[in-house]
């Protein structure tokens, strides 16, 4: 059951539309355009503050706590698949210690690759509460 605002449901519905394929992992019908890569690149030390604005450090949210996502999580699971171990997005487990919590924070807020800029809306609250939950998966 999805558990987040309407506007960010509008941009889940939009993002999950534009895919092309099957919906099994098949390419498009020949003369179809691709969609994007639905996973984000692989995160190179550059990309922590990629998205912040220019000269700026992305800024990490902080007084959040992992049962506080736990509302949330239901919109990570649309792509990211049941425990977010990988589905149409990749695993999020050890997500955090790879990207580090600016990374995170920036590829939420601002979306990356085929993900979707999901956390747009989201208060610092909720941002560092999902950075939170995200950190604490076994």
């Known amino acids: 059951m999805f558990t987040g605002t309407p ?4 941009k889940l519905v939009k993002y999950l539309a534009s895919l092309k394929g099957d919906g099994k ?8 355009p691709a969609a994007p890569a639905a996973t984000p690149a692989a995160a190179t030390p550059a990309d922590s503050a990629a998205k912040a604005p220019e000269g700026q450090q992305a800024a990490v949210p902080t007084g959040g706590t992992a049962d506080e996502a736990k509302g949330m999580v239901n919109q990570c699971m649309a792509c990211h ?6 589905g149409l997005g990749p ?3 050890g997500v955090v210690e790879k990207l580090k919590p ?3 924070a920036a590829v939420l ?14 208060t610092d609250q909720q941002t560092s509460s999902m950075i ?3 950190k604490a998966l076994k």
């Open 25 to 32: 992992g098949a390419p498009p019908a020949s003369g179809e």
């Open 81 to 86: 698949g049941e425990g977010l171990k990988g």
């Open 102 to 104: 600016e990374g995170v």
């Open 132 to 134: 939170e939950y995200l």
């Open 109 to 122: 807020k601002n979306g990356r690759g085929g993900m979707p800029a999901i956390g747009a809306s989201w």
């Open 7 to 10: 506007e960010e449901k509008e």
């Open 91 to 93: 695993d999020l487990h």
